[in-house]
């Protein structure tokens, strides 16, 4: 059975770090490119970043380019997201969602499963 | 930047009512949309894929058309699980991914 499982969420001061984890199960991780996707409390859904299978290539919306790294150990299994520089509307559940196939060209991507999020609070 | 503009925002439906929600892209991107279905506190799930290609173990009554910038997802016989959030999504181009701002559909 397919599974996706983040922590390392939880309460942060504004301009401090996280870093955030998914492990992953049930297929095999190396094979498919996995993306992080945000969803701020009541509002919609938000693409934050991308890594391929191999994790030489990496994708960052705007918002977060600079401050967010996106990686993954593929012995391991597990995706990560370093977030560096935290703001206030940095806050809401991160989930991690993999996608279709191994290179993540930004046509035709497909978000096939996701994981049940972990959630980031930037606040004072 | 590719924005998605779904409407309605939200719509009251009763049980067996056909559903039509639609998404409309700010240029044109062939047919490379998803549709997705979030239910309170629970993950986003993908319903349709490649605008009109319904995904494994979704029922039949959802489906999905459109290309260029114009997609609608219909419910042709709402049921009583189906109350949940909609989203549409497009990859083709920067950003890499976007999401329409989502419909919800209560009774």
């Known amino acids: 059975e397919m599974q996706l499982l983040e922590s390392g969420g939880g309460l942060v001061q504004p301009g401090g770090s996280l870093r955030l984890s998914c492990a992953a199960s049930?297929?095999?991780?190396?094979?498919?490119?996995m993306t992080w996707v945000r969803q701020a409390p009541g509002r919609g859904l938000e693409w934050v970043s991308a890594i391929g299978g191999t994790g030489s290539a990496t994708y960052y919306t705007d918002s977060v380019k600079g401050r967010f790294i996106i990686s993954r150990d593929n012995f391991r299994n597990t995706l990560s997201l370093q977030m560096n520089t935290l703001r206030a509307e940095d806050t809401a559940l991160y989930y991690c969602?993999?996608?279709?196939?191994?290179?993540?060209?930004?046509?035709?991507?497909?978000?096939?499963?996701w994981g049940q999020g972990a959630l980031v609070s930037v606040s004072s | 930047d590719i924005q998605l503009t779904q409407s309605p925002s939200s719509l009251s439906a009763s049980v067996g009512d056909r559903v039509t929600i639609t998404c409309r892209a700010s240029q044109r991107i062939s047919t490379y949309l998803n549709w997705y279905q979030q239910k309170p506190g629970k993950a986003p799930k993908l319903l349709i894929y490649d605008a009109s290609s319904l995904q494994s173990g979704v029922p039949s009554r959802f489906s999905g058309s459109g290309s260029g910038t114009d997609f609608t997802l219909t419910i042709s016989s709402l049921q009583p699980e189906d109350f949940a959030t909609f989203y549409c999504q497009q990859s083709y181009g920067t950003p890499l991914i976007t999401f329409g701002g989502g419909t919800k559909v209560e009774i």
């Open positions: 049930g297929f095999t991780f190396s094979d498919y490119a």
């Open positions: 969602v993999k996608t279709l196939r191994e290179n993540f060209n930004g046509f035709g991507e497909r978000l096939d499963f």
